[in-house]
C-alpha cells in the first residue's frame, strides 16, 4: 500500500475586501493568511484567518455569501469555520471554498 500524506501547497497573505454577494453589500476591508494544502484524497484544502474591525468581522459573521475581493485580484468565497464570535474579536477563522489558485501557484 502506497503511503498517503498531506502536501502543504502554500500561503496567501494580503489585504482585500469582504463582499456580502446576495446583497453587493461592501463589509469592509480585511487582511488574511491562507495557507493550502492537499489532502489524502488530492483535494485541495484551504483555511485561515482573517482579520478585520470587530464590527465589520460581526456584520459578516454567519453570512453564507461571502466573497474576499483581494487587492491581488483573486475572488475567493469563504465561510466562517467556527459557530460563534466572541464579542469584540478582530479575527476568525476561515474556509475557502472557491476561487483557490491552481496547486503550482500557491506561493511558498
Same mark, same amino acid.
Do not use: N
Given at each position: 500500500?502506497? %503511503?498517503?500524506?498531506?502536501? !502543504?501547497?502554500?500561503?496567501?497573505? =494580503? @489585504?482585500?475586501?469582504?463582499?456580502?454577494?446576495? $446583497?453587493?453589500?461592501?463589509?469592509?476591508?480585511? @487582511? !488574511?493568511?491562507?495557507?493550502?494544502?492537499?489532502?489524502? #484524497?488530492?483535494? /485541495?484544502?484551504? #483555511?485561515?484567518?482573517?482579520?478585520?474591525? +470587530?464590527?465589520?468581522?460581526?456584520?459578516?459573521?454567519?453570512?453564507?455569501?461571502?466573497? /474576499?475581493?483581494?487587492?491581488? =485580484?483573486?475572488?475567493?468565497?469563504?465561510?466562517?469555520?467556527?459557530?460563534?464570535?466572541? %464579542?469584540?474579536? $478582530?479575527?476568525?477563522?476561515?474556509?475557502?471554498?472557491?476561487?483557490?489558485?491552481? +496547486?503550482?501557484?500557491? +506561493?511558498?
Amino acid at each position: 500500500m502506497a %503511503a498517503r500524506s498531506i502536501t !502543504y501547497l502554500g500561503a496567501l497573505r =494580503g @489585504e482585500g475586501t469582504l463582499v456580502g454577494t446576495a $446583497d453587493h453589500c461592501e463589509l469592509g476591508r480585511a @487582511e !488574511y493568511d491562507i495557507g493550502a494544502f492537499r489532502d489524502f #484524497s488530492r483535494e /485541495l484544502v484551504a #483555511s485561515g484567518e482573517l482579520r478585520m474591525s +470587530p464590527q465589520a468581522l460581526g456584520q459578516a459573521f454567519g453570512r453564507q455569501d461571502l466573497m /474576499l475581493q483581494t487587492d491581488s =485580484g483573486l475572488s475567493l468565497a469563504l465561510r466562517f469555520s467556527g459557530k460563534r464570535l466572541a %464579542a469584540g474579536t $478582530d479575527a476568525a477563522h476561515v474556509d475557502v471554498t472557491q476561487g483557490m489558485p491552481a +496547486p503550482a501557484d500557491w +506561493p511558498r
